[in-house]
Nanobody, 116 residues
Framework: QVQLVESGGGLVQAGGSLRLSCAASGIIFSIRPMGWYRQAPGKQRELVARITSGGSTNYADSVKGRFTISRDNAKNTVYLQMNSLKPEDTAVYYC??????????WGQGTQVTVSS
């Protein structure tokens, strides 16, 4: 079955950096689009960044220039490098992929807390 396992979250001061990782199994990773979403308390889950199988990326306006999504197909892993973190980046971050049948798969989430 499909499994997405996130890691790398934690507590960081404003202006700091974190790198999230998502290890995927049960899919042909190299051909699947991958994404990072986040959900803050009381808010809807929102897209942070996506990367296609070909490496094209897109980002939410709020993170452009600060976050970078990348993938390592040899390791079946997608990363989210987060720099210049702000308190408003505090959220649970989720890894996502979509199967060839259009089904969404999600990881369990990793907490990112940015203190001011």
């Amino acid at each position: 079955q499909v499994q997405l396992v996130e890691s790398g979250g934690g507590l960081v001061q404003a202006g700091g950096s974190l790198r999230l990782s998502c290890a995927a199994s049960g899919i042909i990773f190299s051909i699947r689009p991958m994404g990072w979403y986040r959900q803050a308390p009381g808010k809807q889950r929102e897209l942070v960044a996506r990367i296609t199988s070909g490496g094209s990326t897109n980002y939410a306006d709020s993170v452009k220039g600060r976050f970078t999504i990348s993938r390592d197909n040899a390791k079946n892993t997608v990363y989210l490098q987060m720099n210049s973190l702000k308190p408003e980046d505090t959220a649970v971050y989720y890894c996502n992929t979509i199967s060839g049948y259009g089904r969404d798969y999600w990881g369990q989430g990793t907490q990112v807390t940015v203190s001011s």
